[in-house]
């Protein structure tokens, strides 16, 4: 059986229309796919305060973030973890959960805050100077547990951790 296609001249059986939708449905369904790796996570200390982390040291770790997610547990978040410090730039394009984001230089040290907006993929969030790290937490959490700028965070990243 062929069917007629937007060439009425041409005709393309049903077997190939099937397989190109196919094809076509799992290359748009990939990269929500690709967030749901298992990452490495860690527990780290910042003034005091506990926070489990997940460790996103890779450019696809990165690039997929808390993306895809429609909540963070309380006292959760990821770390962005750069294999050289570099000015830093995220957005929140499939990002439904309200987040703050720090950005810390090679010390562990908070150079800045900012509250992120869900969904917006117009908002660039800027690091103000080279960081090595990103730390992403529910909105609101920095604040709720006395944390600012010139804070430090405590961390152990995992021997094995692989950064790049």
């Avoid at 996103?56 to 429609?70: H, I, V």
């Avoid at 869900?118 to 800027?126: A, D, S």
């Avoid at 920095?142 to 944390?147: A, D, E, T, V, Y």
Wanted: overall charge neutral.
């Amino acid at each position: 059986m062929a069917i007629a296609t937007l060439f009425p001249d041409r005709l393309i059986d049903t077997k190939s229309v099937f397989v190109i939708t196919f094809i076509l449905c799992v290359s748009l369904a990939l990269p929500a796919f690709a967030c749901n790796k298992a990452l490495p996570a860690v527990e780290i200390s910042v003034k005091g305060n506990a926070l489990f982390v997940e460790i996103a040291a890779t450019p696809s770790a990165r690039t997929c973030g808390l993306s895809q997610r429609d909540s963070l547990p309380e006292d959760s978040g990821m770390l962005f973890v750069f294999p050289t410090s570099r000015n830093a730039s995220f957005w929140m394009k499939d990002t439904r959960i309200p987040l703050s984001i720090a950005f810390l230089d090679d010390a562990g040290r908070i150079v800045g805050i900012q509250k992120m907006i869900p969904l917006n993929i117009e908002k660039r969030y800027r690091s103000n100077q080279p960081v090595r790290y990103a730390l992403e937490v529910n909105q609101g959490w920095f604040n709720q547990n006395g944390i600012s700028v010139g804070d430090r965070i405590e961390l152990m990243l995992p021997a094995m951790l692989d950064i790049h």
